[in-house]
């Protein structure tokens, strides 16, 4: 999975990006105009992949991964240097929208103050305006490829003037419901606001224990429909540069049960409806984040085409009842084990053998 961090200039989207990855880029109190986009992969917290590695002691365990993608700011205004910052995050599969919650004297801020209702505002309209003018763009070519005689994709035009009229009240084409083949139809497009979102409002020190963040959590979830985690940005950069040990104590000092790291990260699989399914063997244990409700075929493809090509049978034990047993032999002998075919919705922790025939 792909995430791409938004949000305005020195909102804190490098150290929130530090405090995801564990990494250590320089963070600046100066606004980044220019540069590479910074990429950072980590592994999804996953308990039952350590369990299960015990067990089976594999040459090779493999979590799923999560990759984050931080780059400049979105200016207010400017979308032609927004443009650079979208065309990133064009085939993430969420966007990570950092608000500026902190007070900092010597961290400018681009509107010159902070107000993070009207901060995440501006940069969601940017996103609309963004997406408006991808819209107006291919009505146009359409158009005029229609003049030159070649017949137009109505069903395409059709859902552009939905969106086109969504945007241009300012709603986000999230908000617009679409059919599966609808979205097909949009999808070359990759517009931004179809992404789904989750917000990072990033506290500062002192904020941890504001009451006032728990009403701005809950206008902003009501008014963008994204989920909000609060978070600050720069302990939790400082928490996620220590020893694993190290880091439980500083977070219980500060009454944080679960490290930014791995909030975010659960917050955006049950936003998307992500699950994992597991595989063991001696081999490699490992993780596999598919959608929830995905069919058994589906989800044998992502681990090689030919094994869903070739798909027989599913053989199908739930981590739970697997822990129980506590082998797979003793697991099939109990009968927990099942058979299931290809239409099986996979659940979350499922272990599975794939039977297949090339
Ligand atoms: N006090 C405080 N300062 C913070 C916090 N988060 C970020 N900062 C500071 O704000 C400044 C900007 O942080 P960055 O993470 O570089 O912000 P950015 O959004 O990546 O900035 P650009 O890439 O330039 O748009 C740095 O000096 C940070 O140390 C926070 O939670 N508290
Ligand atoms: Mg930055």
Same mark, same amino acid.
């Given at each position: 999975?792909?995430?791409?961090?938004?949000?305005?200039?020195?909102?804190?989207?490098?150290?929130?990006?530090?405090?995801?990855?564990?990494?250590?880029?320089?963070? *600046?109190?100066?606004?980044?105009?220019?540069? /590479?986009?910074?990429?950072?992969?980590?592994?999804?917290?996953?308990?039952? =992949?350590?369990?299960?590695?015990?067990?089976?002691?594999?040459?090779?365990? *493999?979590? !799923? *991964?999560?990759?984050?993608?931080?780059?400049?700011?979105?200016?207010?205004?400017?979308?032609?240097?927004? $443009?650079?910052?979208?065309?990133?995050?064009?085939?993430?599969?969420?966007?990570?929208?950092?608000?500026?919650?902190?007070?900092?004297?010597? =961290? !400018?801020?681009?509107?010159?103050?902070?107000?993070?209702?009207?901060?995440?505002?501006?940069?969601?309209?940017?996103? =609309?305006?963004?997406?408006?003018?991808?819209?107006?763009?291919?009505?146009?070519?359409? /158009?005029?490829?229609?003049?030159?005689?070649?017949?137009?994709?109505?069903?395409?035009?059709?859902?552009?003037?939905?969106?086109?009229?969504?945007?241009?009240?300012?709603?986000?084409?999230?908000?617009?419901?679409?059919?599966?083949?609808?979205?097909?139809?949009? $999808?070359?497009?990759?517009? =931004?606001?179809?992404?789904?979102?989750?917000?990072?409002?990033?506290?500062?020190?002192?904020?941890?224990?504001?009451?006032?963040?728990?009403?701005?959590? &809950?206008?902003?979830? /009501? $008014?963008?429909?994204?989920?909000?985690?609060?978070?600050?940005?720069?302990?939790?950069?400082?928490?996620?540069?220590?020893?694993?040990?190290?880091? $439980?104590?500083?977070?219980?000092?500060?009454?944080?049960?679960?490290?930014?790291?791995?909030?975010?990260?659960? !917050?955006?699989?049950?936003?998307?409806?992500?699950?994992?399914?597991? *595989?063991?063997?001696?081999? /490699?244990?490992?993780?596999?984040?598919?959608?929830?409700?995905?069919?058994?075929?589906?989800?044998?493809?992502?681990? &090689?085409?030919?094994?869903?090509?070739?798909?027989?049978?599913?053989?199908?034990?739930?981590?739970?009842?697997?822990?129980? !047993?506590?082998?797979?032999?003793?697991?099939?002998?109990?009968?927990?084990?099942?058979?299931?075919?290809?239409?099986?919705?996979?659940?979350?922790?499922?272990?599975?053998?794939?039977?297949?025939?090339?």
């Amino acid at each position: 999975m792909k995430i791409g961090i938004l949000g305005l200039a020195n909102s804190g989207k490098t150290t929130v990006f530090n405090a995801l990855t564990g990494l250590d880029l320089p963070v *600046t109190v100066y606004a980044s105009v220019e540069g /590479e986009p910074h990429v950072g992969v980590v592994n999804v917290p996953d308990h039952r =992949v350590g369990r299960l590695s015990e067990i089976y002691e594999p040459k090779k365990t *493999t979590y !799923a *991964t999560v990759e984050y993608i931080d780059y400049l700011g979105i200016t207010r205004g400017d979308l032609k240097q927004n $443009r650079k910052v979208f065309d990133m995050v064009k085939d993430a599969d969420a966007i990570l929208h950092i608000v500026r919650v902190f007070e900092d004297e010597s =961290v !400018a801020h681009p509107l010159g103050g902070v107000n993070p209702e009207r901060d995440a505002d501006t940069v969601e309209m940017e996103l =609309v305006l963004s997406d408006l003018e991808l819209v107006e763009k291919r009505l146009e070519r359409m /158009e005029e490829s229609r003049k030159r005689g070649k017949k137009p994709d109505e069903q395409e035009r059709k859902v552009l003037l939905r969106c086109r009229e969504a945007l241009e009240e300012e709603r986000p084409l999230r908000a617009i419901e679409l059919s599966d083949e609808e979205l097909k139809t949009l $999808r070359h497009l990759q517009f =931004v606001t179809l992404k789904p979102e989750v917000m990072i409002l990033n506290l500062g020190e002192d904020q941890l224990d504001d009451e006032r963040v728990g009403d701005l959590i &809950h206008s902003l979830e /009501e $008014r963008f429909s994204s989920p909000v985690i609060p978070l600050s940005g720069k302990i939790e950069m400082e928490i996620a540069q220590l020893e694993e040990d190290e880091q $439980r104590g500083f977070l219980q000092d500060l009454g944080i049960t679960e490290p930014g790291m791995t909030r975010v990260i659960q !917050a955006c699989y049950r936003h998307l409806g992500l699950i994992s399914f597991l *595989t063991v063997g001696k081999d /490699e244990v490992r993780a596999w984040t598919i959608k929830k409700g995905t069919p058994a075929v589906e989800a044998a493809g992502k681990i &090689h085409s030919d094994i869903e090509r070739g798909f027989i049978r599913a053989e199908v034990v739930s981590y739970e009842d697997f822990l129980r !047993a506590g082998s797979m032999a003793v697991a099939k002998q109990e009968g927990v084990v099942r058979l299931e075919g290809k239409t099986y919705e996979v659940r979350d922790g499922d272990i599975i053998n794939f039977r297949f025939n090339v």
